[in-house]
């Protein structure tokens, strides 16, 4: 093949890229484009704008500022980026046909907008006679690859992990070679080749995410350094958020910045070497293919579905008193510390701990009694690592109303997992500087603490700090009722 393009989405690399690999490895001149969606971008600009009427979204400053690295890459091999803001249904056959190009590469995408996206993609392609290609490049296993003994989906996700675990071999890890030929990557013709499109063009600004989480594959990569120099204490670490026990690598992840085949190979070959630390990370690893296959399998659950039909028949808190204990939920300001802190953490950064999604996600549905499916989309507008995928996984496991989720009389205690989790109270310190001078033992529940205590604090709740907007024993109660709906238990 003469010509080819290859259309960049997640996977936002220059390494070990299938769809990269197989472009070059199959056409004697390749061009490199990615699109700024303008059907997912322009949603995002809904709310509170700045003062020059820009967006501040972490998560395109991210994306952006890892797409400059690439292009600065690819200048340096004698290409450039091929940067559009637009229609990717529009603009991509547009670049193909102007290149002359004979195929478009790109890796499989799993979401169903994404999937409908693809489908326009390649019929249009094929009206100009242009082939499209996909690849699998974000998952080891994808859609039906992983099935029981009866050739079904799995909806648990212990012999699922088995099963992906027997089923791997070398091949699945394989690493895909992205070296160009001197020449092969081509220059942009002067007629395509127009200016990177800016953040403020695209209605966004600067966010300064880059000063904690540096974006690109550099920036993933030295993350990736940083927690394997502690991933053998993995399994002891990760359910602390005040201390750097997890790898923090799953915004990389979500933009493809590194390749999951990398991060696989390595926790494969440091469990089979003993690290209980990799055995217990790389399972973390697995759970992401799992969500991605449970997706990929029931894409009702975009639409809202509960995987248990069932749990569509609970009645949620609605109404004016409901909104006000949601408002309070996302402003860290439910008088519970360690759900506040958790709140203020990513309002702040983005980045909310695992220990704490499950914590705050349980308090919201079932301290609360408000839908799953709201948390889920605060989630999904604050996260920077929001994936649809694990994102409905966990609030529906959180929920209870998930495939493989607790049962749903299972009900965290927000000041329990307080104690156990942030023995110290540094997390809450961290995020809390109010109640910095709280003991110990009085931080997780400063309601309880007497007068002279608070005093000596220097804290008024009701004015410093709120009370508790629910007690939790009596919400705990309520919540057995509310569930009480679901047939099976579970
Ligand atoms: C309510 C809720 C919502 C969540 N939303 C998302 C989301 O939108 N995007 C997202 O990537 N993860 C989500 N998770 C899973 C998990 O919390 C994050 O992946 C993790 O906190 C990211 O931090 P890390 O990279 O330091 O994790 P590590 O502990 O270092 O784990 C390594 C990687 O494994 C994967 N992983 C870890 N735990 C899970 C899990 N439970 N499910 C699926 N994959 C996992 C992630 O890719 C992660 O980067 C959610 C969990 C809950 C309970």
Not at 37 to 63: A, C, M, N, W, Y
């Amino acid at each position: 093949m003469q010509k080819a393009l290859v259309w960049l989405r997640r996977d936002l690399r220059l390494y070990d890229n299938a769809a990269l690999h197989h472009a070059l490895k199959e056409s004697e001149q390749i061009w490199v484009a990615f699109i700024f969606d303008t059907d997912i971008l322009t949603p995002l600009k809904q709310g509170e704008l700045d003062s020059k009427g820009l967006k501040h979204d972490r998560r395109v400053d991210f994306i952006w500022q890892g797409l400059m690295q690439i292009d600065d890459e690819l200048k340096q091999l004698g290409g450039g980026l091929i940067a559009r803001f637009g229609k990717p249904t529009e603009c991509i056959p547009e670049i193909a046909k102007a290149l002359g190009v004979e195929t478009v590469f790109t890796n499989h995408d799993y979401e169903p907008s994404a999937i409908a996206r693809d489908e326009i993609v390649q019929t249009s392609l094929e009206k100009l006679g242009i082939q499209f290609e996909s690849f699998k490049d974000q998952v080891i296993f994808e859609k039906k690859e992983i099935l029981t003994n009866s050739n079904t989906v799995f909806s648990i996700f212990t012999p699922y992990k088995n099963n992906w675990l027997k089923t791997l071999q070398e091949k699945d890890l394989a690493f895909y070679e992205c070296n160009p030929k001197p020449g092969q990557l081509a220059s942009i013709p002067k007629k395509l080749d127009l200016p990177f499109p800016s953040l403020e063009s695209m209605g966004f600004c600067p966010t300064g995410i880059e000063a904690y989480l540096p974006p690109g594959s550099a920036g993933g990569q030295a993350f990736l350094e940083d927690f394997l120099s502690r991933i053998d204490h993995y399994q002891i670490g990760r359910d602390f958020p005040a201390i750097k026990g997890v790898s923090y690598l799953s915004t990389h992840l979500r933009f493809g910045m590194l390749s999951i085949r990398g991060l696989v190979r390595e926790a494969h070959r440091r469990m089979l070497a003993g690290s209980m630390g990799a055995t217990i990370w790389l399972s973390e690893l697995i759970w992401r293919d799992f969500y991605f296959m449970i997706l990929a399998n029931h894409p009702r659950l975009v639409d809202g579905a509960s995987f248990k039909p069932d749990y569509d028949n609970i009645v949620w808190e609605e109404g004016v008193h409901a909104k006000k204990l949601f408002k309070a939920w996302c402003e860290g300001k439910t008088g519970y510390p360690l759900v506040d802190a958790a709140m203020h953490q990513l309002n702040q950064s983005g980045y909310m701990h695992n220990r704490l999604r499950m914590v705050v996600a349980s308090f919201l549905t079932k301290d609360l009694g408000i839908d799953w499916r709201w948390g889920e989309a605060y989630f999904a507008e604050h996260l920077n690592d929001f994936e649809l995928s694990s994102n409905n996984g966990g609030w529906q496991w959180a929920s209870s109303s998930g495939c493989d989720a607790q049962p749903y009389f299972r009900i965290f205690n927000p000041i329990t997992q307080s104690e156990k989790f942030d023995p110290e109270g540094k997390f809450i310190r961290r995020y809390l500087p109010q109640l910095e001078k709280l003991s110990k033992k009085s931080i997780h529940a400063p309601w309880k603490v007497g007068h002279i205590e608070l005093e000596a604090a220097g804290i008024v709740l009701g004015r410093d700090y709120p009370l508790p907007v629910v007690d939790h024993d009596e919400a705990r109660k309520k919540t057995l009722v509310r569930y009480s709906v679901v047939k099976k238990v579970g």
